[in-house]
């Protein structure tokens, strides 16, 4: 009687758990992981050439006064 609810529960929990794996792969559920993901990694992305060209900038910057060269505002 035991093995029987034992063997009852595991497949009920099997059971379970296929059908969450199932649903998971919907194609809807696919996507909108899909999607969030491509926003996640556009944000990153923007970030860092946001950081990028601030710092390249502030490195011109810095050059330019260094060498005594015109400021980049000068050159109309």
């Known amino acids: ?3 029987r609810l034992f ?3 595991l497949g009920a929990f099997l059971a379970l758990w296929v059908m ?3 649903q998971a792969l919907h194609p809807d559920h696919v996507a909108r992981r899909t999607a969030n993901g491509a926003a996640g990694m556009l944000r990153r992305v923007r970030d860092f050439t946001h ?3 601030g710092e390249a900038a502030e490195r011109e910057t810095e050059l ?4 005594g060269l015109d400021n980049p505002e000068d050159n109309h």
Do not use: T
């Open 1 to 3: 009687m035991i093995r």
């Open 7 to 9: 063997y009852l529960s």
């Open 20 to 22: 969450r794996r199932l």
């Open 51 to 53: 950081d990028a060209l």
């Open 64 to 67: 330019r006064a260094r060498f």
